[in-house]
């Protein structure tokens, strides 16, 4: 047999496979939830998990207050784990992937989607459409293949105009906060390397027929969720615009260590629970327990997560 790429990343996915069935507590590999929202066959799937500081959650919360949104074992272990979810839409030959995971070099633990994507026959040249909520890496650089080119070869890729002309601005490495640096060397390369098959949109603008962009803005200057229509119900993937399934519905309001500009990032996340509630919405939210799906009540002036 000849080894081209091909044979040789099968091979290297069941190797991948067999390694992590064997540390199955390393990563959350092959989890996907499926259900149905009008024509859309949607399955969540795991990218793994990302380990975060405890005292990056919520600059300036007191331990009662990381204790009761995170729990007194995470707080006391100084770390918490957030799950990756990944959605994938699919209706007649279109296979519709809401942001990209991680790929091969970000972290150890996170990088999976793409065996989660072949349990359910679904190989990376069979995707039609990446549309990105943000240009952080665990959304973005699983563009990419452990050969440095192009993963979704057949793919649209869709990215906010203001995400885009952020993330390729050569300025911002150098104005961006050191620790971020990282995402924006990252999000460059990735974004040169899908330029010529990439597109932009606009907020409400509907990206593909049925599938409309929300402002989203905060977490990084050009986020959006994604809200998928089927007459009066709707579904909303809100990305990284809610990350945690007790304080950004709890605490709206609170700045949080994760977005790069706290009060937009609070402002649109105000707005987007009342759109939720005001529509009755379903939601999924990629950092959510998996896999993420849920709806939101008001609750005592403020508002509560019921995962479904
Ligand atoms: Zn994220």
Redesign the pocket.
């Known amino acids: 047999m000849t080894i081209n790429r091909r044979v040789f990343l099968k091979s290297l996915a069941t190797t991948l496979a067999t390694t992590v069935a064997a540390g199955a507590s390393h990563k959350l590999a092959f989890a996907a939830a499926s259900s149905r929202f009008g024509d859309w066959q949607i399955d969540v799937v795991s990218d793994g998990f990302?380990e975060l500081p405890v005292a990056r959650a919520l600059p300036g919360a007191s331990d009662d207050e990381l204790q009761h949104f995170l729990g007194e074992e995470t707080v006391a272990s100084g770390s918490y784990r957030?799950a990756?979810n990944l959605v994938v839409l699919r209706k007649a030959d279109q296979v519709v992937l809401i942001?990209a995971g991680a790929g091969p070099s970000f972290l150890d633990s996170t990088g999976v989607a793409g065996e989660a994507l072949s349990s359910l026959g679904i190989e990376a040249d069979q995707v039609t459409h990446v549309l990105f909520?943000?240009a952080?890496?665990?959304?973005l650089w699983g563009v990419k293949d452990d050969f440095d080119e192009v993963l979704f070869t057949n793919a649209a890729h869709w990215i906010s105009a203001t995400e885009w002309n952020y993330w390729t601005d050569p300025a911002t490495v150098s104005r961006i906060s050191a620790d971020r640096q990282f995402f924006a060397v990252g999000a460059k390369d990735r974004l040169a390397l899908v330029a010529e098959q990439s597109d932009r949109f606009q907020p409400e603008q509907e990206v593909l027929p049925g599938i409309v962009a929300i402002d989203t803005s905060g977490?990084t200057p050009g986020h959006v969720a994604f809200q998928v229509n089927d007459g009066d119900n709707s579904l909303v993937i809100v990305?990284?615009a809610l990350?945690n399934v007790r304080f950004s519905f709890e605490q709206p309001n609170r700045i949080t260590g994760?977005d790069q500009d706290g009060q937009m990032a609070a402002e649109s996340r105000l707005k987007l629970l009342d759109r939720l509630v005001a529509q009755k919405s379903e939601l999924i939210g990629?950092?959510f327990p998996h896999p993420g799906t849920g709806t939101v009540e008001r609750n005592n002036g403020a508002y509560r997560f019921v995962s479904s």
């Open positions: 990302i957030v990756c942001d909520t943000h952080h890496p665990d959304h977490h990305g990284d990350t994760s990629f950092h």
